[in-house]
């Protein structure tokens, strides 16, 4: 079991898997894009290659301005399911008043887990047609929900809430912009509005995820929040150069790609590829788990997990 | 306000007024001016957008901008809208006018401001082709905004900017309303002609599951379905989705209100398709009350949508199974579809008008604002019955106890669009037992209603009293 130095304050009031794992040392989530279709079971087939895997899952909200069946139904039909959500909250499709009702809405429904997020960029041309609210930033909404969850108090209205709902925050990041002079103020001003665990953007590179590690610590947010490194099993050479063209934030290092090419089954090279991250991650006594994102490739996620073994060093009794 | 601003304001909405007022002469002129347009079109053809635009752009905003007070939106409906230029409506309103017009045809929001949709539907009136305001108008394409729409006239081309009278919508109608499919054991009682009783459940301030369940139980024992309000009077609330979800898991038939105020269509398409995953049927759509200046929330109104576009957005997804944007789902969701009305709103005729454009965009049934005036409801309710609409939808009557003249007082003051007469204040003053009153007069009402042919059912609300809406039920024999 890897010790932490100081384990990050998470509200005792909150009793997730998640929380529990992530006190435990090593934390995974897996992430999955919602179907398109009204029929529960097509959502809940989506489930299935991570129960018993992953300590929870993030529901991405109509990822890429497309409409998906949203985070808040998804929660509502993952209840005995064995694998609690990450409900995910943007900020491009609701103003103020319906991204609180339906934070109430999630508190009723049993979600315990939240990520805010500004949402994906509306396609310039697709989809110009269409209003970006914008009404608050992510940080302002950090900043509501810890409001909300520690005074009851819905900000502007003067009414209170009986029982709020308790949620363990968490922010996205951008591993490859901890360079950027602006970076480690605007995390710092997350966690200060209530953010307790990060999730990033998809890293394949060792030594950008512990170069990562080492800013943080120097920004001093290292034992002040959770980190989960956001990676995930490659299924060829092709998607790998496709990511690292299309995806923002997103870098591939040419080695990888080199031994996806050179292999002769790409897919069980991109599994070893991501049980080598998933052992490295668990190394570093600052980051606290992963978060595995493999569009298309969902099976490959648990064969990595396996592989690397890393979760008998948390809490998770596999 | 700057005094050069206030002189702006006024100077500005007064020549909007006279072009509004002179909606006629503004017809005839612009049916001479567009055939300017289109004699250009040759010419527009070689001159490049870069230098026509530099011209015709600054024309058009300062004519157009002087005479209507245009936003170039790039979606120019002014001939369909009796000249009132409908970017002046606080809610973004493409298919108005609301249902919160004030005493006088003032505006809900803007409380000094005429209605820009009462203004359309008068202008219209004056104008030869006046009849063009019953189009049904589809949601603002965001991505005209601030194009010229003369331009695209000249250039006969939609991609630079919707020219005016392009007012058709790309989706496909369906002619659906009351069928005799039913959905939902709601939508079954209403087809069966059964005299239906609904009520509004404003959910409380908490996420506890248990205490929401038990005080919409309260409710739903006593009527077939409770509307689940959506964030109303401009305040946060719980979700509708998740309330309409717990009570539907939980075996009940509820009323999911949608407004357009807070979400765009991304957020509303996914709601609903979420609310049908969760077995939710019965969908009320709503424009939403509008933001006003001195509410606390300070969010940021969105009406990407309203209610009409709305309604027309959700039949297309289920009968066409296809999203806004033409996306297909996989499975056709199953909605009964519901609008609201205000049957004592200040002008019956436009009301008939909007109703009208509601159920030919899909609404199925109807549940209305509060009604105290029956000689009001009775001058509406017989022009919709002569335009034969009450055989094209369900049509609800909202009621409720008043519970004393104080209150009764309030209300008419300050929630837009309600009419009380001066009778039912003065029987409330003159009562012994005030709440009992009210009580009476609210039966009463039920009980005249119930006659009339064309009346489906009624929509009780009684804020947090459900130990009222019993005894309504009792007293007016509706169990």
Known sequence: MKTTANPPVAKASIDSQLTRALRGGFALTAEIVPPLSGNPEDFLKLLDPFKGHVDAVNLADSAGGKVRLPGLACSALMKSQGVEPVLQVTCRDRNKIALISDLLGAGAIGVQNLLVLRGDNLDEEKQADITSVHDVAPTDLIDIVSTLSNTGVIPNEEKTVTSPPQFLIGAADMPNQCDEPWWGDALNKKVGAGARFVQTQLTYDLKAISYYAEKLQEIGLSGKIFILIGTGPLASAKSALWMRENLYGVDVPDEIVTRLQEADDPKQEGIKICAEILQHIAQIPSLHGAHLMAPGNNASIPKAILLSEVSKQGSLSA | ?479
Not at chain 2, 380 to 394: A, I, P, S, V, Y
């Open chain 2, 1 to 479: 306000m700057s005094a050069a601003n206030l002189s702006k304001a006024v100077g500005n909405s007064s020549l909007r007024a006279w072009s509004n007022r002179h909606a006629r002469l503004m017809e005839i002129m612009y049916s001479a001016f567009v055939p300017v347009l289109v004699a250009l079109r040759p010419l527009a053809r070689f001159i490049p957008s870069k230098i026509l635009k530099p011209v015709i752009k600054p024309a058009e905003k300062l004519i157009k901008g002087t005479m209507f007070d245009c936003h170039m939106c790039g979606n120019c409906i002014l001939s369909s809208t009796g000249m009132s230029c409908p970017m002046n409506c606080p809610k973004n309103l493409r298919n108005g006018p609301c249902g919160g017009v004030r005493e006088g045809g003032y505006c809900e929001v803007t409380p000094s401001m005429p209605c820009v949709w009462v203004k359309a539907w008068e202008g219209a009136q004056q104008m030869r082709h006046g009849d063009r305001i019953t189009l049904l108008q589809p949601p603002l394409d965001q991505s005209l905004s601030g194009r010229s729409s003369w331009i695209a006239v000249m250039q006969a081309d939609h991609s630079t900017g919707r020219g005016e009278d392009t007012s058709k919508t790309t989706l496909t109608r369906s002619k659906v309303q009351k069928s005799d499919r039913s959905f939902s054991p709601l939508q079954a009682k209403l087809n069966a002609g059964e005299f239906t009783i609904t009520s509004e459940f404003n959910p409380p301030d908490t996420p506890d599951a248990d205490h929401i369940r038990s005080e919409a139980e309260q409710l739903l024992k006593l009527c077939s379905s409770v509307n689940i309000t959506d964030g109303a009077g401009a305040n946060t609330h719980i979700s509708s989705t998740s309330v309409a979800a717990l009570l539907s898991q939980a075996g009940h038939d509820p009323v999911m209100q949608v407004s357009c105020r807070d979400r765009n269509r991304i957020a509303i398409q996914a709601d609903v398709l979420g609310a049908s995953a969760l077995g939710i049927k019965n969908i009320l759509c709503l424009t939403g009350d509008g933001i006003k200046s001195q509410d606390k929330t300070q969010a940021k109104p969105v009406f990407d949508l309203d209610c009409t576009s709305l309604l027309e957005m959700l039949t297309h997804m289920r009968e066409q199974g296809e999203f806004l944007s033409g996306r297909k789902l996989d499975k056709k969701p199953e909605f009964f579809l519901g609008a609201t009305s205000n049957p004592c709103a200040i002008d019956p005729h436009i009301e008939v008008g909007r109703i009208e454009k509601k159920i030919r965009a899909g609404a199925q049934f109807i549940q209305t604002q509060y009604c105290f005036d029956m000689d009001a409801f009775k001058d509406f309710f017989t022009r919709f019955q002569d335009q034969g609409l009450h055989e094209q939808c369900h049509y609800l009557v909202g009621v409720g106890p008043l519970s004393t003249a104080r209150a009764a007082e309030w209300m008419r003051h300050n929630i837009a669009g309600i009419k009380i007469p001066d009778e039912v204040i003065t029987r409330l003053k003159s009562a012994k037992d005030e709440a009992q009153e009210g009580i009476d007069i609210c039966v009463e009402l039920i009980q005249q209603l119930r006659e009339i042919k064309g009346v489906a059912g009624v929509h009780i609300m009684a804020l947090q009293q459900p130990e009222k809406v019993k005894r309504i039920i009792e007293q007016a024999k509706l169990n």
